[in-house]
């Protein structure tokens, strides 16, 4: 089966370091991909993974552990702009490029 | 989002009524699919196209019919409308990206539909 976790929702400062986590348990992986999500807006792409360690983009930096299924988005000097939805999706092994989501984490930025 | 392009952006339905709801791109690529968005929840995957003439089912299918007959169409039929289908619609294709090697997903504006 396909299965995303994340917390449905999360709390920081402005300013503040946040780490949102998810894990999966798929039947096949070819990549994982964090998306921003704000509220009445179109899901739009954050990160990509699909080796083991740490991309790094600007602010935002993602981690890979192929072997214990898990992934997280870090994200550093938080500003009211990013409170959103933050999406975690894993591509499937076959050739159809299709990407199961987990039902995403609210975050809120606070002063 | 230039290249994906819906239409309608918002739709009140009554039930049993049908509807297409269009997805237009203008990137010549052959991946497209289509998710649905309920409150509060990820995307889920009702159909998608790995190119003309080609269609397959994805996670939640059921109520959904969709046709590929050209690259640049892929619109979604709701034959007959029912209150579970009230959801956010997004076309997705595959996006131009700044790495082109990862695949990434590049959605449409959306399509608030509404099942009254």
């Known amino acids: 089966g396909q299965n995303i976790d994340q917390p449905t929702e999360m709390t920081a400062t402005e300013g503040a370091i946040v780490q949102i986590n998810c894990t999966y348990q798929t039947s096949g992986f070819n990549g994982l991909f964090w998306y921003q999500q704000h509220a009445g807006e179109a899901p739009t792409f954050l990160s990509y993974?699909?080796?083991?360690g740490l991309e790094e983009k600007g602010r935002f930096s993602s981690f890979l552990s192929r072997s214990k299924g898990y992934s997280y988005l870090l994200l550093k000097e938080l500003q009211m702009k990013d409170s959103a939805s933050y999406l975690c999706?894993?591509?499937?092994?076959?050739?159809?490029?299709?990407?199961?989501f987990g039902t995403g984490t609210l975050l809120a930025v606070q002063p | 989002n230039a290249g994906v392009t819906q239409t309608p952006k918002f739709r009140i339905l009554k039930i049993g009524q049908s509807m297409t709801l269009q997805c237009t791109q203008d990137?010549?690529?052959?991946?497209m699919y289509w998710y649905r968005q309920d409150p509060g929840m990820g995307l889920k995957l009702i159909y998608y196209?790995?190119?003309?003439?080609?269609?397959d089912k994805g996670e939640v299918p059921n109520g959904y019919n969709v046709s590929r007959s050209t690259t640049e169409d892929f619109p979604l039929r709701l034959e007959l409308a029912a209150p579970s289908q009230t959801s956010v619609y997004f076309c997705a294709i595959i996006g131009p990206g700044d790495r082109p090697d990862t695949g990434e997903l590049f959605f449409g504006e959306g399509s608030r539909l509404t099942v009254l």
């Open positions: 990137m010549n690529h052959n991946y």
């Open positions: 999706a894993v591509r499937d092994g076959g050739a159809t490029n299709k990407l199961i």
């Open positions: 993974n699909v080796l083991d």
């Open positions: 196209s790995v190119g003309a003439g080609i269609t």
